[in-house]
């Protein structure tokens, strides 16, 4: 929609990757942002989705990558830099369960940092997530841990459950808008991705035929 007077804020379009590893959540999170819903069971969902919501008077709409998980992770070559290079913006998703997953996010968060950045010396925007913060007694990552490495890193940092509480969610997303405001990306390109984006109401037809 086109804004009227100068008084209107433009509207933003934004490409994000939700990255990390296997089995950590990224699926629930991405469709508890979409849906509000927990589901359970994602299977081996893997999606480009559309979501647009307002923020301050702005139409923000974000096109969001629930990218799966390979041994070889973001860092290497080809596709998977393509990934890269498509990316406003990074969601890096553990579990507060699962130390290989807490040490993936730190490689990929500097695997970004080494590539992504801009020459005028901003920082691409990143949101770091600890999830399943309900399952404490199973806890061996430290809070404290992903603090330290998101102060380092210069990302915002959330410890969320995906499974109990949608609100959590809602800030990451937020947080990750707002800095990618401050990178001034508004505005940055037309969409162009209408065509691989898949509704949810696709997803969810063909998981319910699945479940059958
Ligand atoms: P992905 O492989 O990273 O996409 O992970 P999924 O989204 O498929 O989730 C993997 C498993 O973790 C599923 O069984 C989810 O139900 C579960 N899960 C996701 N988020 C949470 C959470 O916050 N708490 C708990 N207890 N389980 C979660
Ligand atoms: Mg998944």
Not at 76 to 95: F, H, I, M, N, R
Request: aromatic share 8%; with cysteine; glycine share 6%.
């Amino acid at each position: 929609m086109e804004h009227l007077g100068s008084a209107a804020p433009p509207n933003m379009d934004a490409n994000i990757v939700v990255a990390g590893r296997g089995g950590v959540g990224k699926s629930a999170l991405t469709v508890r942002l979409l849906t509000r819903r927990f589901i359970g069971e994602y299977g081996d969902i893997q999606s480009i989705y559309s979501h647009s919501f307002t923020v301050d008077g702005r139409e923000v709409t974000l096109n969001i990558w629930d990218l799966p998980y390979s041994e070889d992770s973001l860092e290497k070559t080809s596709p998977v830099e393509k990934k890269l290079q498509w990316a406003d913006g990074y969601v890096l998703v553990y579990s507060i369960c699962d130390r290989a997953s807490f040490n993936t996010v730190s490689r990929l968060v500097h695997a970004i940092r080494s590539t992504k950045d801009y020459p005028n010396g901003d920082k691409c925007p990143i949101v770091i997530v600890a999830n399943k913060r309900d399952l404490q007694h199973r806890r061996t990552v430290l809070s404290e841990e992903g603090w330290l490495l998101a102060l380092q890193t210069d990302c915002h940092f959330y410890e969320v459950s995906v499974a109990e509480n949608y609100h959590s969610v809602l800030m990451v997303f937020h947080g990750l808008v707002d800095r990618m405001r401050d990178a001034k990306l508004a505005m940055k390109r037309p969409m162009g991705l209408k065509g691989i984006v898949k509704s949810m109401s696709a997803v969810f037809a063909r998981r319910r035929i699945d479940s059958l």
